[in-house]
């Protein structure tokens, strides 16, 4: 029994210090190594599994050593590392994005529903049910192959404007909208396989609104998908650049395989012009739909500082391994409301 007992210390000790050691490491997530930027993403379960991990060890420690010094601090610098990235998305900080209030009809609202549906996915009602559902005035749909291009287009008659982009790779992407699309550029930022769109979109009252919407490729390599092996996956920096320039309120979203934890500005190069609806209410974290225990915010939803938020969801699983979002965004006419 005493040796099972050591044996199990040594295990305990063991993932602790691999714990410390890949917490304090993820601090370096914005270096050039794939692997570290991998580390970025389970902050969650490694704050959870920090804090357990203090608990069983110090029962441990009956005479404090140099090396239980080493493995308690190095947990303890983990913690307070993946705190600091995972404090932005608690009710502890402010929101980036106003809560809608007061509205009135000098403010002009619509919704969006945005999903990666998981090309291999080959159930199209639970997603179509929560579109008649829903009702959103913008559905964006990534993953889309022929197949569910073709499912899709049951709600053509409720959408009558939209943008198709197929391909059977995993980054197919489709848009539809209940509003006039005045002009949708097809971009490809990083990679010839994988699309983006810059959408111009006219709003029931007239305004007009640009209207992002990006798949990129996750810090990963694979076989037969595309990846940007070799290359730093700046997507999100050229697509910065251009809303630097913008004209008018500007709405970013897709799934942008990654983690933000807030920190918008280091993803796009932007400085204050895009704001993460997350902040300050919550992970609403959207993957993995398949594994309660390996879930982060990966679908999400960025507006510059014309846009307060009304509504924010996480929507039930359609058998994809992505939830779908759901967001209501009122635009502030601030001309009309000081009359």
């Known amino acids: 029994m005493e040796k099972i007992k050591k044996i199990l210390v040594i295990i305990l000790y063991v993932f602790a210090f691999i714990l410390a050691v890949s917490s304090i490491l993820s601090f370096f997530r914005n270096a050039e190594i794939r692997y570290l930027k991998m580390l970025d993403f389970p902050r969650i379960q490694f704050f959870a599994l920090s804090f357990i991990v203090i608990l069983c060890l110090i029962p441990t420690f009956k005479k404090w ?46 919704s969006l529903l945005l999903s990666n549906v998981k090309m291999t996915n080959r159930k199209s009602q639970p997603l179509l049910e929560l579109i008649n559902l829903k009702k959103p005035d913008l559905v964006l749909a990534m993953e889309v192959d022929k197949w569910w291009d073709k499912e899709l287009k049951v709600i053509e008659n409720e959408y009558p404007y939209s943008q198709h982009t197929i391909n059977e790779v995993t980054y197919g992407m489709v848009l539809y909208s209940k509003f006039p699309l005045e002009k949708v550029e097809v971009a490809y930022l990083t990679n010839k396989k994988v699309p983006s769109f810059e959408s111009t979109i006219t709003l029931a009252d007239g305004n007009k609104i640009s209207f992002y919407s990006m798949h990129p490729v996750p810090p990963t390599h694979f076989k037969d998908l595309p990846d940007n092996a070799g290359q730093q996956e700046n997507a999100l920096k050229k697509l910065g650049k251009k809303i630097k320039g913008r004209k008018l309120p500007t709405i970013v979203a897709g799934d942008f395989n990654d983690v933000v934890w807030s920190y918008v500005d280091d993803l796009t190069g932007t400085k204050n012009i895009l704001y993460d609806v997350r902040v300050g209410r919550g992970f609403y974290n959207s993957f993995n739909a398949e594994n309660f225990f390996m879930r982060w915010p990966l679908d999400h939803v960025f507006v510059t500082k014309e846009f307060h938020l009304k509504n924010l969801e996480r929507l039930p699983k359609i058998g994809s391994d992505h939830f779908p979002m759901y967001a209501e965004f009122v635009l502030i006419n601030k001309e009309k409301d000081k009359h």
């Open 65 to 110: 050593q140099w090396h239980s010094y080493l493995l308690f601090i190095g947990l303890l610098i983990g913690l307070i590392i993946n705190s600091s990235f995972l404090i932005n998305y608690t009710s502890l900080v402010s929101v980036d994005v106003p809560t809608a209030k007061d509205l009135t009809t000098a403010n002009t609202q619509f």
